[in-house]
């Protein structure tokens, strides 16, 4: 026992960093399917509001992150998207993250291909626009004077869908997929709870806890969390996608992670014990 | 060509930061370097060309075409004022000029945050005190809007816009009303489902007690007995529990959050941290009480949050690992060997290199 105490709390953390790397690398080398994922109530609470959206309804998502979060929430906005597409709602694409709008751009129109909609009757990619909670603002109040050109340069007036939306109130649901601020917390103090419209939010595991209470408050009316949600909306939509390929890589890197506290402090406290008998 | 370039940039600089956990060395630094420069460079550029330029230049530059054709072209001045005070910085001299446009900042962000704040507090307290509609009343107030609804489309035509608002208006009321109706027959029905039970585990626990009487209390039929009874009177506790859940959702309830353990722990755990940083009074008796308690709820959310954190750093892992699978293959060249390999020479070459250099000093 000494000795094992001895070689946990003198072990050089790179070698947990490569334990780590190797384990996380093998259910990616060859899925393991591993069982136990079941919707947590945010997340079927979300997914249930857009089933009962009727159809042509239109939505607003934002993609609020940037490249550093794109594996939690790129497949969240992708199988929201797949979702809005299959429903035949309308979708409204936009970011208020300057460095995720080639990000947002990309997955927008790769899904919008995937579903084979056409742009300006089904989609709209509004882009970025800089001021955040002035964009925010602006679009409670008038979505065509503040953004006047979509990310394509077409005046906003001109396509299908923005002829039937001028402010936030018209949107039967906007989702927040954010990652940091501006993100849901922004949308919902200066636009869901001033201008009156239903929110939904997707978020990264980082942020998740503080997010919980507006979920709680029914300020939003699901919430998403890191790519645990993102693969339960997979699981609900019956399209497993990048989220649930990962779920696996996560629970292992999980188990080795909660094995190593318990190492850590079984050799701690053998430790610990040992210097009180010797005192 | 681009695309097999793009991954192979990608890979190189996955790995570079990945090299920061053998040691601090040049590829990190490179990557580092990179990272904050793009970031802000990319940043820049699209602020220019997607606010500056349509925003200002075309607006108050006589030669861009829109001069004196936007009627409001002098709405950009105020800001463009503030916003030009800002470099003021760069001169000590009219440093003090900047301060102008962070009051303006810190004025119009306390403007919109300070009620925001009031509305989340507001909002957190909603669910505790929240009014449920009765059905009688629901239903009046229903009946009477789609009378208005049906004289406005008699009178006024049933395409006019105030026929049209009102049939919105009374669809939406019936709506309310027949949610309400929902929650009230839930209540009638939870109630019978639970009677049902109870009388069921009644009947159960006689049977198994009458058993139990008759013949020897061990054997296997009165275990048999006993245990469905056991079982049946489970099932009525859950179906008592209904019962008082959907009860706590109807009108017959004044506080809905009664049904809802959770909404009073939130409550109380958001009021007692913010409570923990309110400073005006000394925390002392119960007021030190209740904000150690915000102490706790502190440590409980910075324990989920450090879980989820380690969970999100595993997303972010995870990602950067498909990059690196996807890039083994030869329609990429190899790129991840490749790279992975002529890191690891050079690395080893650097590590020998200052180890000579070590043992020369």
Known sequence: MEAFSKFVLSLDRRWIFLVLLLVLFIPIACPLNLPGLKPSPGVTRMYDFVENMPEGSTILISFDFDPASKPELAPMGEAMLRHAFRKKLKVVAMGLWVTGVSLEKETVERIAKEANVTYGDDYVNLGWKAGSVAVITGMGEDIHNTFPTDAKGNPVGSLKIMQRVHRLKDFDLVVSLAAGTPGIDTWIAYGSDKYKFKMGGGTTAVNAPAMSPYLQANQLVGLIGAMRGAAEYEFLLDKPGDAIRGMDAISLGHYLIVGLILMGNIAYFFTRSRKGVAA | ?361
């Open chain 2, 1 to 361: 060509m681009m695309a097999i370039l793009g991954v192979w940039v990608a890979v190189g600089l996955t790995l570079f930061m990945f090299s920061f956990l053998y040691k601090d060395n040049p590829f990190y630094k490179v990557g580092e370097n990179l990272y904050v420069g793009i970031t802000i460079g990319y940043s820049l550029v699209k602020l220019i060309f997607e606010t500056w330029i349509p925003n200002v230049w075309r607006v108050v530059h006589p030669e861009a075409g829109v001069w004196f054709e936007n009627h409001e072209w002098w709405l950009i001045l105020p800001p463009l004022f503030l916003g030009s005070l800002i470099l003021t910085r760069f001169v000590p001299k009219y440093a003090w000029l900047s301060r102008w446009t962070f009051a303006f900042v810190v004025g119009y962000g306390s403007g919109l945050a300070i009620p925001a704040v009031q509305k989340q507090a507001e909002a957190t307290a909603h669910p505790l005190v929240t009014h449920i509609e009765s059905f009688d009343s629901a239903d009046k107030a229903a009946t009477e809007a789609e009378k208005k609804a049906t004289d406005l489309a008699a009178s006024k035509g049933a395409g006019s816009d105030e026929a049209i608002k009102a049939r919105i208006d009374a669809d939406e009321y019936r709506e309310r009303a027949n949610a309400a109706k929902a929650r009230k027959d839930a209540v009638s029905a939870a109630g019978a489902r639970a009677d049902k039970a109870r009388a069921a585990a009644n009947d159960a626990r006689k049977q198994a007690d009458e058993m139990a009487k008759k013949g020897p209390a061990d054997s296997e039929e009165v275990h048999a007995a006993q245990k469905k009874a056991t079982l049946a009177e489970r099932a009525a506790i859950g179906a008592e529990m209904a019962t008082w859940t959907a009860y706590s959702k109807s009108e017959y309830s004044v506080l809905t959050a009664w049904g809802d353990f959770t909404t009073i722990v939130l409550f109380i755990g958001v009021f007692s941290v913010l409570f923990y940083f309110f400073f005006s009074i000394e925390h002392k008796g119960p007021v030190k009480v209740f904000s150690r308690l915000g102490i706790i709820f502190l440590m409980i959310y910075f324990g989920a949050s450090y879980g989820y954190t380690v969970m999100g750093r595993l997303s972010l892992l995870y990602g950067r690992l498909v990059i690196l699978r996807d890039a083994c293959y030869p329609s990429v060249g190899f790129a991840t060997p490749v790279l992975l390999v002529a890191m690891i020479t050079v690395l080893v070459v650097l590590h020998f290199q200052n180890k000579d250099k070590e043992e020369n000093a």
